[in-house]
Every structure is written in structure tokens, then in C-alpha cells.
């Protein structure tokens, strides 16, 4: 079985500061890792993946992860938090034995001024 | 590329109504896939399809809810009858014959269905 658990319901971050958002997941062959964000009435969009390679994966709007395979966790992270970063974010993570994504339940990020 | 386009962007129905939500997926994708998003239970898949086969629903709550895919541009999902605990708004998301390894789905901008 493949599942993914995302801790925190919401996080909280000043603009300018470092922000991050926690992921840990279980599978039994290798993973695959995927972060989407979703804005206020619309669809998910992919933001990165993991599938092999460096562990520091780098994708859209300054955000990043990074894969840790000892403490089964990619957490999304990124330098300098704007505003319109507020949204919410899924971590995704399909078994290499598998065919389909199992989504976290999102985290909700909220920026201030 | 204008991206899944899914019809309506809003339903609301009164309970034992047939609901049909439409899905456009992205031209070339050959996997298509069927969510419900609440907030109770977050976002789960409910079919998928691969070269318009219906591949695994074995996320489909009940027999009230049925898909299909009769060519590569188009897909359906109908709840017959329809029941209040069916409202949630409902994703269709594409992606390529790479998907096994790559697992991009691009997803569509929802329906929110609201069953009174």
C-alpha cells in the first residue's frame, strides 16, 4: 500500500520569511514525489517531482523539496515567502508498484503582510 | 493549449436528479482520471482510464455513480440518482502515455455540484 501524510493543517508565515511544508510517506518499492498547489477555485498545479536523482528537486514560482530517504520525507520549502503563496498544497507520492497518486488531505499556507 | 476543460463549473440539483459532469482532456494525453475533493475526506480518485478503457473504479462510492470514456476527447461521470452527501466539487485530470513514470496529471478546474 502507498500513503502519504501531511502533519499540518495550516502553516503560518510572514512575507520574506522561509517557509516550509512538512510530507512524509510510506511505500514498499520506490517512490515517486509530487507537490501540486491549488488556489481558491480552481485545479490542482503541478509545482515539482521527485522520481530519481539528486534529492534537492527544484520547480515552479522559487519552491523546492527535498527527498529524504531515511525519515521518509519531502518536504516543500522555499527561501522567501510572498503573499501570493497563500494557497493550498498537496504532496503526492505514487509506489513504483503502483499506477495511481494517493493525495495528502493539503496543507493550507497562509502568508501575511 | 487550453488545458482540461470541464463542464459545468457549477451544478445544483435537487436529490434524486441525474447529474452529468463533462470532461475535455488535453489533446495527446491517453490517461484520464475522475477525483472528489471535500473537505471530510480531502481528494480522492475515483476512476481512471488509460486509451479510453476504464482501467480501476474502484474508487466509485456506489453503483449510483458511472463513467465513461467513448472517445480519446471526452469523458462523462453521471450520479443517478443523486443524494445531498454527493456534493463536492469533482476534478478530471489528463496525462500522457508517460504517466507510469512520470505521473504529471494536469487537472481540469472542477465542477461544484451542490445536491439540495
Known amino acids: 500500500a502507498q500513503s502519504v501524510a501531511q502533519p499540518e493543517d495550516q502553516v503560518n508565515v510572514a512575507e520574506g520569511n522561509p517557509l516550509t511544508v512538512k510530507c512524509t510517506y510510506s511505500?514498499?518499492?520506490?517512490?515517486?514525489l509530487f507537490w501540486y498547489v491549488q488556489y481558491p477555485n480552481r485545479g490542482l498545479q503541478f509545482l515539482l517531482k521527485?522520481?530519481?536523482?539528486?534529492?534537492l528537486v527544484k520547480g515552479s514560482y522559487g519552491f523546492e523539496a527535498e527527498f529524504n530517504k531515511s525519515q521518509t520525507s519531502f518536504h516543500l520549502k522555499k527561501p522567501s515567502a510572498l503573499v501570493s503563496d497563500s494557497a493550498l498544497y498537496f504532496c503526492?507520492?505514487?509506489?513504483?508498484?503502483?499506477?495511481?497518486?494517493?493525495f495528502g488531505k493539503g496543507t493550507m499556507l497562509l502568508v501575511s503582510p | 493549449d487550453a488545458g482540461v476543460i470541464q463542464s459545468p463549473r457549477h451544478e445544483v440539483t435537487e436529490m434524486g436528479q441525474e447529474v452529468t459532469l463533462r470532461c475535455k482532456p488535453i489533446?495527446?494525453?491517453?490517461?484520464l482520471f475522475w477525483y472528489r475533493q471535500t473537505m471530510m475526506r480531502g481528494l480522492e480518485l475515483l476512476i481512471y482510464?488509460?486509451?479510453?478503457?476504464?482501467?480501476?473504479d474502484s474508487g466509485m462510492p456506489e453503483d449510483r455513480f458511472s463513467a465513461k470514456m467513448p472517445n480519446a476527447s471526452f469523458s462523462t461521470l453521471k450520479i443517478q440518482p443523486s443524494e445531498p452527501r454527493d456534493s463536492a466539487v469533482y476534478f478530471c485530470?489528463?496525462?500522457?502515455?508517460?504517466?507510469?513514470?512520470?505521473?504529471?496529471?494536469?487537472f481540469g478546474p472542477g465542477t461544484r455540484l451542490t445536491v439540495l
Open positions: 485530470a489528463s496525462g500522457t502515455q508517460e504517466v507510469r513514470n512520470t505521473d504529471t496529471q494536469y
Open positions: 511505500v514498499s518499492g520506490n517512490p515517486y
Open positions: 503526492a507520492v505514487r509506489d513504483s508498484g503502483y499506477s495511481t497518486l494517493t
Open positions: 489533446s495527446g494525453h491517453d490517461y
Open positions: 482510464f488509460n486509451n479510453n478503457v476504464p482501467i480501476d
Open positions: 521527485y522520481i530519481t536523482g539528486d534529492n
